[in-house]
């Protein structure tokens, strides 16, 4: 029998601490990656303008990382607020998944300096696909175990396990496009926000009472 | 309906301790920005001087953005205090907010570098003044989805509104003024203070009771 | 006689609050140490392949690095979960503990850049062991000073002393073994897995109930 | 009249997960300042010793930098344990004391540069002796606003003081040393451990019932 914390316990509560503050950490870090351009004439408008302008890839790639993480975090957040307990598993599992979230600083950088290179696409790609799939993982582990505050039908848990798989199969799936259009490619990732609201609409029933609790 | 956090739940406390890690972390990072001089002779006290004057902007700009973000944070904290819940909206306009938050350090260590160009100061109070909008934005919804924990009077509402847009005001307005000069356009921003604690002084009849809750 | 503060202070918690924080940076800032590479022709695809192959050491380094720190936090963790209150001689010694975590981020770039120097392997084992050994010291303070939930049995107490040393030894083992081959010293550095799981089986009897609490 | 937070509310928490995560994230910062060395050949163990020795200074202000902060954070610790509720300018306080918190990176990096430069001792001493000197601040704000849990007599409110501006004067006493010799000055700066442990046992009587409250 594995070791569980319940939910209002010390050490639940220092899992999501921890987990909050890795999320902070890589989303601020992001912005270190945009490093301050440097000109000839510092006083000439123009000049900064056009080195800004050169920057336009860094920026671009903090917003979609930022948002990126931040998608993330809500999950984690969403996820956790579901929980009864968790166990040395679940623990375990948790930071294999945000060892990958505090990787994604790196593809990040990358794509902002070789945005047209189908190279740092499915690099990053690859990263925020493996980062969905774990955390599937984590999903099912709980199922498993029975963390759950409530019961889910295997409805629901079907359900609640596509949801993360389809940003899995969206960034696999811009990885060969990328070798045809990176801005393709990165396009693509967009889909993943009307999917991810038509996904909310189309619950099985009785979803939301079990993930989240009619009148929690 | 959106599902809601109270204020006694674990997750209306995740979305505060994550909020508060990011602007701990942005506002360390800024110190990252100023770079030690390199210097040729290292034991040479005059050298060492020159070199440290030559970095005042960035140490300037430092304690500005320390300033700024800090007060950012405390109008988050007072804020937050006066929810009675969170909802799924607040939250995900709480990360975008957040984003601007996390971006300030670069606009930072522009204006460290190139504090005479107008084009720093530009994307410096852009940057400013997003935030305030956004605090507005936020403040908006909370009121519309009746979030505070006593109901405010449309007077003390504009009032909010009012006191977080006198920031985007400032702000944008500094932008004209830099391309005349940069240090004016940076003392504008001081104006904010004395404008803040008027603004203190004007409340409405009952802000004081609606806002803080008065013996509470 | 020391001030305690039991587990259910302020005190405490902000005791692990800032643990956990430190946990989480220490662990982020890791990547930063992978600096993106700088080629040529950015759009090439083979020249970033080439280029990312020669940073495979830093990546290497980075899931180490951050899977060894992740597992001193779970230990931490659970020593945490044992005691029933901190005094001021712990929450002391856990600073210096963290000193030691807060600097694994620079034998780890070192272990990055000069995987094959023997150098860089014994100045990243002994980091290592030395946390290893001030966990030890934690250990054995909150067992002297009474810390502990539940009294524990000398049997289940040189127990737990072993689990922390067990990494001394092996890290301290891996330093000559490194002046022969850097990889065969890291691959030493995996026998703590198995080891680890091993030491988990030959646990003296009572050491489930006495350090955790069954039912607990 | 100032609003007031007291210390079970998620207000009063706030404003230490802050504090902890701004100390938490300068403390590990430190070590981004020690970059590591650029040698020819990466595998010769000599060549890499040789630089390893250069970066001797960096360390040595690595360690003493986490030390200091970790003092601060020791005596943000025990003070906000000894109050019963925080105002509005305490918290405004607060975040004036952790900006030359968050600063001391920037000196601590000059000192591990320049070492021998008594200009650099200067700027450490002064950053210091400020952020004590702000202790002092905090102290007298609360003595002032009521806000401690127990009254304090006289004598404990000037023992109190005393003790944080001791640190004041041996830092400000280091900077015209430092021009005779840079290493004398820093070995005064470890003059403030055995006075810290003396302080402690010079306390006025009822110190502990007041300060900490015995059977707390």
């Not at 950490?25 to 303008?49: E, H, Q, R």
């Not at 990958?100 to 290179?117: H, I, Q, R």
């Amino acid at each position: 029998m594995q070791r569980t914390y319940g939910r209002d316990r010390v050490e639940f509560g220092r899992v999501l601490a921890f987990s909050d503050g890795l999320f902070a950490i890589a989303m601020t870090l992001l912005i270190v990656a945009v490093g301050v351009p440097d000109i000839a004439d510092g006083d000439d408008i123009s000049d900064l303008a056009d080195a800004l302008n050169d920057l336009k890839p860094e920026l671009i790639s903090f917003f979609i990382s930022f948002a990126v993480i931040g998608r993330y975090w809500l999950a984690h957040h969403q996820f956790f607020s579901l929980l009864e307990k968790a166990d040395q598993g679940l623990i375990g599992l948790n930071l294999v998944y945000l060892a990958f979230v505090a990787f994604l600083p790196f593809p990040t950088a990358l794509l902002g300096d070789y945005f047209e290179n189908p190279l740092s696409i499915t690099i990053y790609a690859t990263n925020v696909a493996t980062v969905s799939g774990l955390e599937v993982v984590l999903f099912r582990h709980a199922y498993r175990r029975g963390l759950f505050r409530r019961p889910l039908t295997p409805d629901v848990y079907r359900y609640g396990t596509l949801m993360s798989l389809s940003p899995v199969l969206i960034f696999l799936s811009s990885i060969p496009v990328a070798f045809a259009s990176t801005t393709a490619a990165a396009l693509m990732w967009l889909l993943g926000i009307p999917l991810g609201i038509l996904g909310q609409r189309w619950k099985p029933g009785g979803a939301d009472g079990q993930l989240y609790g009619v009148g929690d």
